[in-house]
């Protein structure tokens, strides 16, 4: 089992940036496939990016290709998404998400694939 918390959210101005962080903690780290997801109110929860146990590979939602990046320290368990060119429409709870697998190079982007969740971290773009 591993438990996973989200930080780094909060309120910034549309073009702006932020960096979001999710730690892990229990089972070793570098045995999930991580995944960031969002969801925003009265919407249903979206994929946003996912990265494979070694990092070799990431996959990304359009809406943030190009200006969101997923990246992974198994050393210090933690998986980042660096956030820039924040667009309002990018306003939504946060979530990072883990899935074991045996497999070092998958990425998962169905979120009923994730095993363990986070409880969310606001992130919050105002015009």
């Known amino acids: 089992q591993v438990q996973l918390v989200e930080s780094g959210g909060g309120l910034v101005q549309a073009g702006g940036s932020l960096r979001l962080s999710c730690a892990a903690s229990g089972r070793t780290f570098s045995s999930y496939a991580m995944g960031w997801f969002r969801q925003a109110p009265g919407k249903e929860r979206e994929f946003v990016a996912a990265i494979s146990r070694t990092g070799i590979n990431t996959r990304y939602a359009d809406s943030v290709k190009g200006r969101f990046t997923i990246s992974r320290d198994n050393a210090k368990n933690t998986v980042y998404l660096q956030m820039n060119s924040l667009k309002v429409e990018d306003t939504a709870v946060y979530y990072c998400?883990?899935?074991?697998?045996?497999?070092?190079?998958?990425?998962?982007?169905?979120?009923?694939?994730?095993?363990?969740w986070g409880q969310g971290t606001q992130v919050t773009v105002s015009s």
């Open positions: 998400a883990a899935r074991d697998t045996p497999f070092t190079t998958v990425v998962v982007s169905a979120g009923t694939m994730y095993n363990y």
